[in-house]
């Protein structure tokens, strides 16, 4: 398994088996993110998309939350 330095924490880490998700961001997730640092995303996220109502299969709700993960996690996305 290969090793990233995760974007948020700084930690050397053996990278995530999978990308958590499809697509850009689930990539992006995958070589730059530590598995503790995307699970404490994951609380984060429940906790955004409860205060602000977010509907995450409505296209806009669902960029608003790419934003504040790439945000949270220090992600570079291409």
């Known amino acids: 398994m290969a090793q990233i330095t995760c974007a ?6 053996e990278q995530m088996q999978d990308p958590p998700m499809r697509g850009k961001y689930g990539e992006a997730v995958h070589t730059q993110v530590c598995a503790d640092c995307w699970s404490e995303w994951k609380g984060q996220q429940v906790m955004i998309i409860n205060h602000y109502g977010l509907l995450p299969a409505n296209p806009a709700d669902r960029e608003q939350l790419y934003l504040l993960m790439k945000e949270f996690l220090n992600l570079q996305v291409a």
């Open 8 to 13: 948020r924490c700084g930690r050397t880490v």
